[in-house]
């Protein structure tokens, strides 16, 4: 019975260790948790919000026509749809594609082919952008309804506009653009109507900047999120 008291007391002895040795090395794993939540993930959020800012910043850098902080006049053009009376200040808070249609250009299909690109991988994607085609040339209204119809445009994110000659050579000269150049350029402009940078539309290298920097012009981060690039970084906006 004596030998058995023994045994019993050392199994006994041997459990309560094992059980100490468990609450031990579940005290370190709080520990562990704990000096996590507190040091480590703080640390984690201020990196990647400190990177986020870096990487918006850094986009924001190459729209270098955003230096010269130069306004899109407010001039008054005519929708080809309706006839409506559209300026810059009339589309409200929104990023703007400005693109520069003449019909006598023979090599700008493939312009056509990226500005229908942007509205089917970006704009679809959010009410926030708009895109005016402003008609170099004007003939009638109802060439210009033409174009609509066979490019198939949406005409609630996609705007032929119109003006007299006089009053389009004005604007252009207005925002720094050769009237030369015109038709192939894209002019991304930001939500206060300010020149972010001109974009070469015959380039797809140069349009998918374009459209990289539009979204960090967007006015939410929830509109930004719905907008999905391969290299696209968590950019925040300066408010």
Known sequence: AFIYDVINSAIIMNQDKSTSGSQKTKKIVLMVLATSTLVIFPFLALYMSSSGLKAYKSLKAEMKAYRDSLNVPDITFFSALNEQRISIASVGDKVLIAHFYDPSCKDCDSIWTQLSRVHDEFIKKTKRVQIFTYALQFDSTAQLKS?????????????ILHSAPEQMSDFLKKIKLESAKAPYYFVLIDRKGIIANYYDARKPSEVNNMMKHATILLPAKEDRKKIKFKREKDVYQDQ
């Not at 174009?147 to 705007?159: G, R």
């Open 147 to 159: 174009l609509i119809s066979s490019k198939n445009l949406d005409t609630l994110s996609w705007t």
